[in-house]
Each structure stands twice: as structure tokens, then as C-alpha cells.
């Protein structure tokens, strides 16, 4: 039988999604709306349940990470008040403790759409983890004044945006290889969307469609990529990304 949230009548297995958004799918509605709506709970969840090999978290690293403004009585204080929202929203064996100081995601209780990515793309089913990838780590999400959790936010998209794009890139490679050219179009244009700020991502991506016949794709690719580079950075492609356009345009 899969497992139940205690308290509730839901069998659902819980899984929590942090890529393309926040959701908690396996909880009732009320249940998942309580817990989301706690912005310092879904970060302590999100830190927990990515600690690498489920690793046990000390309540000192936790606090300076989520409440660095507050002495440590009231840091302490805070994280108690985390971990009974997050306790009494997903059951109270799902944060596990290791003496008094330590925390961790207990086994087997909270799924993570992240985990399941980083492993579908380690076993090589790059197509199966790109499905799992619906976009950005933990998009939008802010905590004010947290600078060390910020930094782990920001490393943790990352690397997730990487690995999206290293898939695309050998999928695209993979069908070139295999003479289907569309597809190894479509997931070289992929790739760029991945790493959208990343001109040697480009560059390899717009050679592969100049050499697939699709110059006008190309040329299409850099166009996009220079306008987001201009709107959001405020900065113009390099010289050798231009130069490899022109000429394919001049040809």
C-alpha cells in the first residue's frame, strides 16, 4: 500500500516539485496550500530533502542559513516553528532527528523531482529526465536577507539548467548520428533555451543547424539569443559568436 499521510486519508505518495515551480502533489489541497504559503518552511524542506545521500543537517547550520538576522534563541525558536508546520502538514516521521542537534528527510517519505532528474540523467535516460524538467530551480523564489541560502538557490539552478543541457545537447547529437535530422534540430534549439546566456552553447548550436541545412533556424537561434542578451543583461553577443553568424548569413 503506498504510504499515507498520517492524519489524513490520503495515500498518496508525496513528492516535492522545485523544478519550473513549488508544488507538494500527493497532500489535499488545504494541506499543500498551508505548508507552501510558509516561505522559510519550503526552504528548510528544500535544503533537507537535497542534502546530499540524505544527509543529517545540524540545527546550527540551519538556522544561520534561514535566519542569520536573528540571535540564536530566536533562530531556534523559528526553526522549531518550521519544523511544526512542515511535521503537521506532511506527518511527523517525515523530518527525522539525530540526537538533539541534527535533521534529515526521513527515508522513503518525501519524493523530489529533483532527485529523480539528477538520476535519470546519471542512468542515461536523458529523454525521461527532460520530461522531469519543466523549467528553472525553485523559480522566483526569494528570501530576503538570506545571502548563503540565496547562494545555494542560485548553485542548485545551476547545476540543474547544466544538465538540462548537456541532455538535450547528446540527445541532438544522438539523432544527428542517426540521419533524423528534425529531432536533432529541435533538441539543439533545446539546448539554447537551457542555456540561454551561454554563447558556446550557442555557437555549437547554430553550427549543428548550419550543417543540418537550416540556415535561416540559425540564424533565427542567434537572433533570439542576442535580443534576451540585450533585454536581460544588457550586453552584445562577442565578436566570434558574430562573426560565425555572418558567415553562415553571407553563404
Known amino acids: 500500500m503506498p504510504d499515507q499521510i498520517p492524519g489524513t486519508a490520503n495515500t498518496q505518495v508525496l513528492e516535492f516539485c522545485l523544478l519550473g515551480g513549488i508544488e507538494l502533489r500527493g497532500a489535499p489541497d488545504g494541506v499543500s496550500d498551508q505548508l507552501l504559503a510558509q516561505s522559510k518552511t519550503v526552504a528548510l524542506l528544500a535544503f533537507l530533502v537535497l542534502s546530499p545521500d540524505g544527509r543529517f543537517q545540524r540545527r546550527d547550520r540551519l538556522v544561520a542559513l534561514l535566519w542569520p538576522e536573528l540571535d540564536q534563541a530566536h533562530a531556534r525558536a523559528a526553526l522549531r516553528k518550521a519544523l511544526f508546520v512542515a511535521r503537521g502538514s506532511l506527518g511527523p516521521d517525515v523530518i527525522a532527528s539525530r540526537g538533539d542537534d541534527e535533521l534529515a ?15 535519470a540523467c546519471e542512468r542515461g535516460r536523458l529523454s525521461r529526465a527532460l520530461e522531469i524538467y519543466r523549467g528553472d530551480f525553485m523559480p522566483g523564489f526569494f528570501l530576503p536577507g538570506c545571502l548563503e541560502y540565496e547562494r545555494w538557490v542560485e548553485e542548485q539552478r545551476t547545476a540543474a539548467r547544466e544538465r538540462a543541457a548537456a541532455a538535450s545537447w547528446a540527445l541532438a547529437q544522438t539523432f544527428e548520428a542517426e540521419h533524423q535530422l528534425s529531432n536533432a534540430g529541435s533538441w539543439a534549439r533545446r539546448t539554447v533555451r537551457h542555456a540561454w546566456d551561454d554563447e558556446r552553447v550557442l555557437r555549437r548550436a547554430v553550427t549543428m543547424l548550419d550543417r543540418l541545412g537550416d540556415r535561416a533556424g540559425a540564424v533565427k537561434l542567434y537572433e533570439d539569443f542576442a535580443a534576451r542578451l540585450r533585454a536581460d543583461l544588457d550586453i552584445e ?15
Open 105 to 119: 528527510i526521513a527515508p522513503d517519505r518525501l519524493r523530489c523531482d529533483v532527485l529523480e532528474f539528477e538520476g
Open 237 to 251: 553577443p562577442s565578436a566570434e559568436t558574430v562573426t560565425l553568424v555572418n558567415a553562415i548569413r553571407s553563404r
